[in-house]
Nanobody, 123 residues
Framework: QLQLVESGGGLVQPGGSLRLSCAAS????????IGWFRQSPGKEREGVAC????????NYADSVKGRFTISRDNAKNTVYLQMNSLKPEDTAIYYC????????????????WGQGTQVTVSS
């Protein structure tokens, strides 16, 4: 069974950091582009960051550039999202998703999705 499982979410103060993990089971991430998305109440799911196969090209939403870093460890079959300088507006459920080969910021382009992990930035 193909599965993506996110972890690492939680409550953090503004200016703090979190590292999210996206672990795959049932398939290898080696040939998949991975995207991180987020969704807050009343808003559409939006792309945050993505990484192409084998640590190739990366892309970030303007709102997180310079604060978030996406990386992958194919040996661990895991992709990470390091989030620094967190702001209250980063509060959302964060999802990872996989698609064949390439990086994309578009929700319909992805075939596999995790269940999400809650990130709350609040003092």
């Amino acid at each position: 069974q193909l599965q993506l499982v996110e972890s690492g979410g939680g409550l953090v103060q503004p200016g703090g950091s979190l590292r999210l993990s996206c672990a795959a089971s049932g398939f290898s991430l080696d040939y998949y582009g991975i995207g991180w998305f987020r969704q807050s109440p009343g808003k559409e799911r939006e792309g945050v960051a993505c990484i192409a196969i084998s640590g190739g090209s990366t892309n970030y939403a303007d709102s997180v550039k310079g604060r978030f870093t996406i990386s992958r460890d194919n040996a661990k079959n895991t992709v990470y999202l390091q989030m620094n300088s967190l702001k209250p507006e980063d509060t959302a459920i964060y999802y990872c998703a996989a698609r064949w080969y390439y990086c994309s910021g578009s929700v319909p382009d992805y075939n596999y999705w995790g269940q999400g992990t809650q990130v709350t930035v609040s003092s």
